[in-house]
């Protein structure tokens, strides 16, 4: 099993990113998908989520800025971020789970600074 992200990068504050974590190894429909984050010295926090059937869900600190999607198709979600801030600088990974298993995938970086 392989979840691999890409995306990530310097922006500036008010910029945006597009992250993609690519899946494989796993019956990708069957898996609700999440992404998390993690800034130096600070706990990973779960930032949005999205189940099987497509249901959404954000944490506060992302909501109205953040938006999850997933493909079946290509076996891959996304993570759309917009006016970002320097507080959302920390490596952001994805993870899928069915209720049985569960995967992570390495992170990409996210950093914003002017």
């Known amino acids: 099993v392989q979840l691999v992200e890409s995306g990530g990068g310097l922006v500036q504050p008010g910029g945006s990113l597009r992250l993609s974590c690519a899946a494989s190894?796993?019956?990708?429909?069957?898996?609700?998908l999440s992404w998390y984050r993690q800034a130096p010295g600070k706990a990973r926090e779960l930032v949005a989520s999205?189940?099987?059937?497509?249901?959404?869900s954000y944490s506060d600190s992302v909501k109205g800025r953040f938006t999850i999607s997933r493909d079946n198709a290509k076996n891959t979600v996304y993570l759309e971020m917009s006016d970002l801030k320097p507080e959302d600088t920390a490596v952001y990974s994805c993870?899928?789970?069915?209720?049985?298993?569960?995967?992570w995938g390495q992170g990409t970086q996210v950093t914003v600074s002017s």
């Open positions: 993870g899928a789970n069915n209720g049985a298993r569960a995967y």
């Open positions: 190894g796993i019956t990708f429909s069957f898996y609700a």
């Open positions: 999205i189940t099987s059937g497509g249901r959404t």
